[in-house]
């Protein structure tokens, strides 16, 4: 009987932990910064709170930013941040070689100072990232999750996102940015926001 216990009990937390992968909710939406005791840098927190952690950064005039009411933010080793309201709304580790590497035939991307809460990385593989968010990505497309915090499941379907009403909230998105030199595919930038409908229109 106890063995039968012990079993149950073991096959519960396996099935608690392969669930914890398929949810993406707003505490997910992290970077650690691996230079810094593993501090973490979150969807949401102040310029204040974050500064503190990376230190200083630099105001960008960005053809492109999430919303024209935000100011757009860049700091050292690769990180952007995009604030609103004093608020971080949008999380970027971008490897700014990548493009001037393909042009020479060549993609050499190193992992860097920030990952994510999964342990993404730059430099990292597509089966890699697969591997540790899961295959409910949007069709046709690389790497995109969409997550309906309300309704607890990723989006997937391309004509599902047309549907979201502007003022939706509590959904959410994770991009990995692939490149290749031919011989390799690794990813070269990582993105945690809050979704942006406009972003996907036609």
């Avoid at 979150?42 to 100011?71: H, L, N």
């Amino acid at each position: 009987m106890k063995k039968w216990v012990a079993v149950f009990i073991l096959i519960m937390l396996l099935s608690g932990c392969a669930n914890k992968t398929k949810v993406l909710e707003e505490q997910d939406l992290c970077l650690i910064d691996s230079q810094n005791e593993n501090q973490k840098i979150c969807y949401g927190m102040s310029r204040a709170e974050i500064e503190e952690i990376v230190g200083e950064g630099t105001v960008q005039k960005a053809a492109f930013a999430p919303d024209k009411d935000g100011t757009l933010v860049s700091y050292e080793d690769n990180l952007g941040i995009f604030y609103k309201d004093d608020r971080a709304k949008d999380l970027s580790v971008l490897d700014q070689n990548t493009l001037e590497q393909l042009a020479q035939g060549k993609l050499v991307i190193e992992k860097g100072r920030y990952t994510t809460e999964r342990g993404a990385a730059l430099g990292m593989k597509e089966s890699e990232i697969a591997e540790l968010y899961g295959e409910d990505y949007v069709k046709d497309s690389t790497f995109i999750y969409i997550y309906d915090s309300a309704r607890k499941a990723y989006i997937t379907d391309p004509d599902q996102l047309k549907q979201i009403p502007d003022d939706a909230e509590g959904i959410y998105e994770f991009s990995a940015s692939f490149g290749s030199d031919g011989s390799e595919t690794l990813v070269f930038g990582l993105t945690f926001r809050e979704y942006n409908k406009h972003n996907y229109r036609d």
